[in-house]
């Protein structure tokens, strides 16, 4: 054995096995105190796994898998992903847009637990990432999709918000509206421009978190050189969703932290054990291992 097998079988042998569960973190949304639905930007024609529960227990975490019945094909390049309101077993699992004129898809998904047989899901139905596209288009870098959420909205249809991640020649964007008729309708923008901070992308995640009568909106800005780094991410408050679906930009974003390193791209509410106000981050570091934190 030569000396790069040894050091590829030290690498695979020393790796954690639930790292290998899912090959990058790419949204993440709560289930319950401890429990997360994770999702993986697997393409197409991958047979990589796309969706999994990671289980925050005893000072450590755990990835669990998720049967899915896709319902049709598979996803491709899930960016995203959220609970629905008043439904704890209801997501929404968002892809990063069309590729050559398919996909661009949002799952309605729903999961269940089974003590004996573990975890399993199932798409409902899907409705379409607007604007469509023209013949066999794909989704421009800088208008992908990479975080959605959800509130409740008038006559018990949520409000959607999605998360466009712009880049260095252009701000993220937020689009919030409702859908009608499996259709995305649009009922307000408003752009997130957090360049000046890592100058590159300004919206690789969304969070939404109670407050009062609305709720705080965070957003994760990242640099991403390349596959090889060097990354880096940061968190920042941006804003705030009224009771009544309005948003209300801050005058300046305020930084709530930053990691050098990493790039974030799932977002999410600490378990409780670490005390209010934190948050726990997922990686897709790309050709480096993912990794799942509490942040400071």
């Given at each position: 054995m030569n000396w790069r097998a040894l050091l590829l079988f030290v690498f695979v042998l020393c790796r954690p096995a639930h790292a290998?569960?899912?090959?990058?973190?790419?949204?993440?949304?709560?289930?319950?105190?401890?429990?997360?639905?994770?999702?993986?930007?697997?393409?197409?024609?991958?047979?990589?796994?796309?969706?999994?529960?990671?289980?925050?227990?005893?000072?450590?975490?755990?990835?669990?898998?998720?049967?899915?019945?896709?319902?049709g094909a598979p996803s491709r390049d899930l960016e995203g992903c959220c609970s629905l309101p008043g439904d704890s077993a209801e997501f929404l699992l968002a892809e990063s847009g069309y590729f050559k004129g398919d996909f661009g898809r949002v799952l309605q998904f729903r999961l269940t637990h089974d003590p004996q047989k573990g975890w399993t899901g199932k798409v409902m139905h899907s409705f379409q990432l607007p604007p469509p596209p023209r013949g066999e288009d794909s989704t421009a870098s800088e208008q992908q999709l990479e975080g959605i959420s959800a509130i409740p909205g008038p006559k018990g249809k949520p409000i959607v918000i999605i998360a466009r991640r712009g880049g260095a020649k252009a701000p993220g964007m937020l689009e919030w509206g409702v859908v009608e008729d499996r259709?995305?309708?649009?009922?307000?923008?408003?752009?997130?421009?957090?360049?000046?901070?890592?100058?590159?992308?300004?919206?690789?995640?969304?969070?939404?978190?109670?407050?009062?009568?609305?709720?705080?909106?965070?957003?994760?800005?990242?640099?991403?050189?390349?596959?090889?780094?060097?990354?880096?991410?940061?968190?920042?408050?941006?804003?705030?969703?009224?009771?009544?679906?309005?948003?209300?930009?801050?005058?300046?974003?305020?930084?709530?932290?930053?990691?050098?390193?990493?790039?974030?791209?799932?977002?999410?509410s600490a378990p409780p054990s670490f005390g209010p106000g934190k948050f726990c981050v997922g990686t897709d570091d790309e050709d480096y291992v993912p990794v799942w934190r509490v942040l400071p």
């Amino acid at each position: 054995m030569n000396w790069r097998a040894l050091l590829l079988f030290v690498f695979v042998l020393c790796r954690p096995a639930h790292a290998q569960l899912l090959a990058d973190f790419s949204g993440m949304a709560g289930i319950s105190p401890g429990l997360y639905l994770m999702v993986s930007d697997a393409k197409n024609k991958s047979k990589a796994e796309r969706v999994a529960v990671l289980r925050w227990s005893g000072g450590n975490y755990r990835l669990e898998p998720v049967a899915v019945d896709w319902n049709g094909a598979p996803s491709r390049d899930l960016e995203g992903c959220c609970s629905l309101p008043g439904d704890s077993a209801e997501f929404l699992l968002a892809e990063s847009g069309y590729f050559k004129g398919d996909f661009g898809r949002v799952l309605q998904f729903r999961l269940t637990h089974d003590p004996q047989k573990g975890w399993t899901g199932k798409v409902m139905h899907s409705f379409q990432l607007p604007p469509p596209p023209r013949g066999e288009d794909s989704t421009a870098s800088e208008q992908q999709l990479e975080g959605i959420s959800a509130i409740p909205g008038p006559k018990g249809k949520p409000i959607v918000i999605i998360a466009r991640r712009g880049g260095a020649k252009a701000p993220g964007m937020l689009e919030w509206g409702v859908v009608e008729d499996r259709r995305f309708l649009v009922q307000g923008t408003h752009e997130v421009d957090l360049r000046s901070i890592l100058g590159d992308r300004s919206c690789a995640d969304i969070l939404l978190v109670p407050d009062g009568d609305g709720w705080r909106v965070f957003s994760v800005a990242t640099a991403d050189p390349g596959d090889v780094g060097a990354f880096a991410s940061a968190v920042c408050e941006v804003g705030r969703f009224t009771a009544v679906g309005a948003y209300q930009p801050l005058a300046k974003p305020l930084l709530k932290a930053r990691c050098d390193g990493l790039k974030i791209e799932a977002l999410a509410s600490a378990p409780p054990s670490f005390g209010p106000g934190k948050f726990c981050v997922g990686t897709d570091d790309e050709d480096y291992v993912p990794v799942w934190r509490v942040l400071p």
